[in-house]
């Protein structure tokens, strides 16, 4: 004896509990075994105090079916009534004590859990795919932090019954983790759960990864440029989103920095973007000058500073990107000196271009001020502005990449120091010093420059850390 | 100088159509900066006692029950600056959730008739900021801390409701 589903043939069950769901879902999960001439495949016994006992006989090979076959067919002794594991199946209306919709989830209770009032250990899993709207997790070799992969009914049970295997056999691992990282209990699952996805012929859940949502979603990017690229998917944006993603929100001060400026842009951004909805010659403007010069710096700086590209290959690689963005490549002079003016927070020019003087002003009152913003857009965009500027100047390529890596570099010293430094063990300030290195001061020079600026924000025992690591 | 952030409940409404519950919530965004709201509810509590409904929008106080299959982030949306807006929810008109016990052979399923609710309180986490996740491997915060922490406020709103 010992895998059980609720029924709902008494007390409030009926129509709060979906016995037959998870039938279909275990008979899913046994790969339809129906048997053999030698085996009777998957069964159940007729109910018997709220309860209906799974039988297995087991006539598939499979991974998902040899699971069920020890689930069903081994006496764990969880209790002394020999009902070791209890499945649920709930709908859209179940919660939990605290209140916590089941819905798009499954939970596995220990026995003595607060929410398991069994002596058994208890499954409690949606059969309602999420009242309709999809559970969608993060797919394995998905890097840009989008949830694009269903989760069924099916996968969610099997998920379940990987940690109730394990909590009756008494073997569960930690369950601790920080964030959405999978915790070695729930990496196991994950790892188990790919199982019944190859069974069901989906393609694999990061196992590495715990957190999902509602329906597949993308991860919401950079406002302005989704809106001005058209979508939230361009290249543009998925470029972005790679950077910030990807690099920076990776380490403790990329992930600080960050919180600081979406504090100074999303004050003015969604502004921004219903100007532009009301314009679309400044949805262009913005697009072409503002967009497309950030997506490129952005390249060139992750070779510069990442990559460590020479002049030379710099240059190249500028040109490179000026042949994809034809639009870029083709702005007139009064249109770069547009960007430079707007970008510079200067007078404009007559322009017949409308709502450009509500953006300039917008930009003004609460754009500019922020050393965030200035530091994180409008410093590269200008740097890209200048690099298209002398190449209608004819520079050549060689020179014009030894300017970029100048400006990069000059750039770069200027990152804003933001309080969490002083907040960071000795460990963790090395590993993100180490980070740095890696990431953006691509010279002694600038890592010298750089940490003089740490030195001053930082606590004496700190600073020496700092000092030592860059020998300044 | 812009005015601190803060998301007004200006009133709700809750609808019985005898199949599911509409709740309907006015909101309010009083300042010059757009407000990120959660658009997912999060979690229902009635008191049968005081027929008192509680819809929580938010991740406040809620329990981190573990092993569960997926952390699911809520859905969000957003107030623009100065204006009004509603958010229209569905709840089921009842809920179900087990009774309390220890070491019972079986669960017992009970029903909490939510529409017959005559007060409500709501309860919505916002922010000046969308959410991203943390992308960071050793965060020291579970997502749903994560989640609490993201919120800048919770606005609130309580109402005794008339015939529905």
Known sequence: MSLFITTDTGGAGAGNVFPMNVEVDLFSISHADLGDGTHAGFGEDPPNNNLIQITYDRSDGGIPATRLDTLVNTNFGVNANGIDIIVIGAGANFTLLDGTMAAGNGVTLPVGDADNPTGSVLVIYDTSDNNGTGICVRKQGDGDGTYKLEEPSSVILYHELSHAFHLANGDPLSLSASGCTASPEENRAETDENDMRDQLGLPHRDATDHCGSAGCQSSSCCIVASVASGSIYSDAVNSLREVRDGILRGSEIGHDFFNHFYQDYYGFSPEVCRLMARSPELLNLIRVRFLAPLTVVLDLIRAHSIDRLDDEALGLRFAANLSKESELLNLTHSEIELARVLLAGAPLPDTDIPLVTELANLLGERAWSSTFVKWTLVEPIKMLVDALSWHRENVNLNEIGKRLGASFDQWSVQMPITPVWNTLSMYTLNEELEFLERTLLSTEESRRFFGKRLVAALPAEKAVVVSARWRM | ?164
């Not at chain 2, 957003?78 to 079986?106: C, F, M, V």
């Not at chain 2, 992308?135 to 801390?145: E, L």
């Open chain 2, 1 to 164: 100088m812009a005015s601190k952030n803060e998301l007004k409940i200006t009133d709700v409404s809750l609808n019985d159509d005898a199949k599911k519950l509409g709740l309907r919530v006015s909101l309010q965004n009083p300042g010059d900066r757009t407000l990120h709201m959660y658009a997912t509810v999060r979690a229902i509590r009635y008191d049968a006692a005081t027929k008192t409904l509680e819809v929580q929008l938010s991740d406040r106080g809620l329990r981190d029950v573990r092993p569960n299959s997926t952390f699911l982030h809520p859905k969000f949306t957003a107030i623009d600056p100065n204006s009004e807006t509603t958010l229209e929810l569905t709840l089921p008109r009842t809920i179900a959730r087990l009774k309390q016990g220890q070491r019972l052979i079986a669960p017992v399923v009970e029903e909490l008739p939510v529409h017959e609710a005559k007060n409500i309180d709501v309860e919505i986490a916002y922010s000046g900021t969308p959410f991203y996740r943390d992308q960071r491997p050793k965060s020291g915060k579970s997502p749903r801390q994560v989640m609490t922490d993201w919120a800048e406020g919770l606005a609130k709103y309580r109402k005794r409701l008339g015939k529905h």
